[in-house]
């Protein structure tokens, strides 16, 4: 819960009375007779925690071991979040989002990232400190799901440019363009694009396309230990063809 959020308590039992509240810029609920209630930042079962024992002083029916009445607490309107899209994005600005929003589901609802922006260094700024970084490679490949981050009002994303650009082509069950970090291997590359197809040798070239003439041959045994640069372009060999004659 957060301010702007509107909450309905209902009481009912021997004692039923209805209330409708919207958490204040402070986060906190004023009620007649029970006073202000802080509520901000609780989740909906401890908020209702917090009012069953607030109210018990004067509902004494929601008290006691055996307690004749309830209470529970429903969400109302919804404060939509405020946040701001800079960089390589591909509608950069103020932008409303839902209240309950993650990175991920924040940059689909606003179109994503442009094909110049990087998807390996995606940075959340808040309160104008850097937060979070987050890889979308990692996050999709399932190395790294907890990364993902529910969003807050006034939370800047920025969007730098693309790291490097590599391209994998041949008997890889997904080839295309991939953007690699400076640390990462062809093992990372080949993890990245699900691996060798059914009809891959298991030997591959890379053809480093921005130094002239310098091409590497690799079997697996490499993979491990070789680095990518930017502009590098691996082709992953098929399995030579057999024809048989009778």
């Not at 309107?77 to 209240?99: D, F, M, R, T, Y």
Request: glycine share 8%.
């Amino acid at each position: 819960l957060g301010p702007g959020d509107e909450i309905i308590i209902n009481i009912w039992g021997d004692t039923q009375v209805n209330y409708t509240n919207i958490i204040d810029r402070q986060g906190k609920i004023f009620i007649d007779k029970v006073g202000l209630i802080s509520l901000s930042g609780q989740t909906l079962q401890n908020a209702e925690e917090i009012l069953i024992n607030r109210f018990s002083y004067i509902y004494s029916t929601l008290a006691g071991k055996k307690p004749t009445s309830s209470l529970d607490i429903s969400l109302g309107e919804l404060k939509s979040l405020n946040v701001s899209l800079v960089g390589e994005v591909a509608q950069p600005g103020l932008h409303k989002i839902h209240p309950f929003s993650t990175l991920t589901t924040c940059l689909f609802q606003i179109g994503g990232v442009n094909t110049s922006g990087t998807l390996r260094n995606i940075q959340i700024y808040r309160k104008n400190k850097l937060f979070k970084t987050f890889d979308f490679y990692t996050f999709f490949t399932g190395l790294n799901f907890s990364q993902d981050t529910q969003l807050k009002d006034g939370d800047i994303i920025s969007i730098p440019p693309r790291i490097s650009t590599i391209e994998i082509q041949g008997a890889s069950n997904r080839v295309g363009y991939y953007e690699i970090l400076s640390t990462e291997t062809v093992a990372n590359a080949l993890e990245f694009s699900g691996g060798f197809s059914s009809d891959a040798s298991g030997i591959l070239v890379v053809d480093r396309a921005l130094i002239q003439d310098q091409i590497e041959y690799l079997e697996s045994s490499d993979f491990e230990t070789t680095s990518i640069k930017n502009g590098d372009v691996i082709t992953v060999f098929e399995k030579p063809s057999l024809s048989r004659s009778v």
